[in-house]
Structure formats: C-alpha cells, structure tokens
C-alpha cells in the first residue's frame, strides 16, 4: 500500500522540513478554571455568611419565649420575696419591741 505524501519529517540531507504540534496552551483553560474557583469561593462565603446571619436570627426567635418567661418568673419572684420580707421585718421587730 503506497501513501501519497511523505510521513518523514526529514528530507534525505536531514534538514527539518516541518514539525507536529503536540500540545495546545492551557492559558484559556486556566484562566476558567480560576474563574470557577474565585466564583466557588465567592459563592461559599455568602452562603456561610447567609447561613450564619439566618442561624442567630432564628436561634433569637426561639430563645424569645423563654426569656419572657424567665423574665416574668424573675419579676415574680421579686414581688414574692417583698410581699414576704414585709411582714417579716415587722414580726421581728415586734419580738425585739416586747
């Protein structure tokens, strides 16, 4: 089987005629793939500080309950303790007077 053309790269004196490009460059391909990469951290960070913002907000909206409720135990308790210490100090002080 007879080719057309010659598959050497030399001539007979063995001077190069030409050459096979055997590689591309990887700039475009570099430059995309540092574009994904800036847009993949750009984008876990907002999702982070998304995450993190709405995680405080909803944690403050289920603690509210229970600091209203520990607040009106605490005035409670404040109104107990006086009503109490009232007639106290006043028994006490009738046993010191007789």
Known sequence: MKRKGSDRSYDKTLRLKGYIRAS???K???ATLNQ???ALWLGGFTALFL???SSIYLT???FKP???SFQQ???FL???SHELRNPLQKLALLQRLY
């Open 28 to 30: 475009k391909l570099e």
């Open 24 to 26: 591309e460059s990887t």
């Open 78 to 80: 404040s109104e107990t």
């Open 36 to 38: 994904l990469r800036l």
């Open 66 to 68: 229970t600091l209203q």
């Open 51 to 53: 995450i993190s913002i």
């Open 60 to 62: 403050q909206q289920a």
């Open 73 to 75: 135990l605490k005035q």
